[in-house]
């Protein structure tokens, strides 16, 4: 998948992010808060207290959502735009959320989030689909964890939502999310094989896994993965 593609990607996230923040607004929408909210929350598991990462954060509603149970969160988005939204919306929380605009496929730049102490847990929602390179931020986040740390995130179910019939090939396509958006953003399919893949050469077990439907058919369109670093493991590399 090549840089120019992933560049074209930005573009279309800083084009979209005004109509993006005006159709999520303060709560959300219905997709988030009843099929990726609920199982997020259960696999979690915030605490007060609890350091976290919240990876391409959007608008931060799900930023503030960690804030209101009483997390210290640091949340970012590649979208300079989007996070010029999330600070606006989210400034009731401010004292709890910090938002930064991050590269998700640059190793250093997502280690120099941590801020001298490890995080006890990270959260992506519905972002994995969306960048160019996981590897990275798989890396990453094992790193930036704490010895006993876990990492929450929802996708689109690769098994059912893959394009033109080709669920074994890794490849990207576009598509709209939320309809009337104002260009096209790319999405980037991986089997399951491959991202499980990622994260267990990095050292995570998977801990737990939810597949999600909508109301009107039983296939599964979101899936809820809990990966956990498993404190003393050995590495092997």
């Known amino acids: 998948?090549?840089?120019?593609?992933?560049?074209?990607?930005?573009?279309?996230?800083?084009?979209?992010?005004?109509?993006?923040?005006?159709?999520?607004?303060?709560?959300?929408?219905?997709?988030?808060?009843?099929?990726?909210?609920?199982?997020?929350?259960?696999?979690?598991?915030?605490?007060?207290?609890?350091?976290?990462?919240?990876?391409?954060?959007?608008?931060?509603?799900?930023?503030?959502?960690?804030?209101?149970?009483?997390?210290?969160?640091?949340?970012?988005?590649?979208?300079?735009?989007?996070?010029?939204?999330?600070?606006?919306?989210?400034?009731?929380?401010?004292?709890?959320?910090?938002?930064?605009?991050?590269?998700?496929?640059?190793?250093?730049?997502?280690?120099?989030?941590?801020?001298?102490?490890?995080?006890?847990?990270?959260?992506?929602?519905?972002?994995?689909?969306?960048?160019?390179?996981?590897?990275?931020?798989?890396?990453?986040v094992y790193h930036i964890l704490s010895e006993t740390g876990i990492f929450v995130f929802t996708t689109h179910h690769p098994c059912f939502t893959h394009p033109d019939g080709a669920y074994l090939s890794e490849r990207l396509h576009t598509g709209e999310a939320i309809r009337g958006q104002p260009v096209p953003q790319n999405y980037y399919h991986r089997p399951l094989q491959s991202i499980l893949s990622l994260a267990f050469g990095e050292g995570f077990v998977l801990d737990s896994f939810i597949e999600t439907h909508d109301d009107i058919t039983e296939i599964p369109i979101v899936i809820t993965v809990r990966l956990r670093k498993i404190n003393g493991l050995v590495r092997g590399k």
């Open 1 to 140: 998948m090549s840089t120019t593609a992933f560049n074209n990607g930005l573009a279309a996230w800083e084009a979209n992010a005004e109509f993006w923040d005006n159709y999520m607004g303060d709560k959300s929408n219905a997709f988030f808060n009843h099929l990726v909210c609920p199982n997020t929350d259960v696999l979690l598991e915030i605490k007060p207290g609890d350091f976290v990462l919240d990876i391409a954060c959007g608008n931060g509603n799900y930023s503030e959502r960690l804030a209101l149970q009483g997390a210290k969160v640091i949340a970012f988005d590649y979208s300079a735009k989007m996070i010029e939204h999330a600070k606006k919306r989210r400034a009731h929380v401010s004292d709890n959320v910090s938002f930064h605009v991050c590269d998700a496929t640059d190793y250093a730049a997502l280690l120099s989030l941590q801020q001298g102490s490890p995080f006890d847990k990270a959260v992506s929602n519905m972002a994995v689909m969306d960048i160019a390179d996981i590897a990275p931020l798989f890396k990453a």
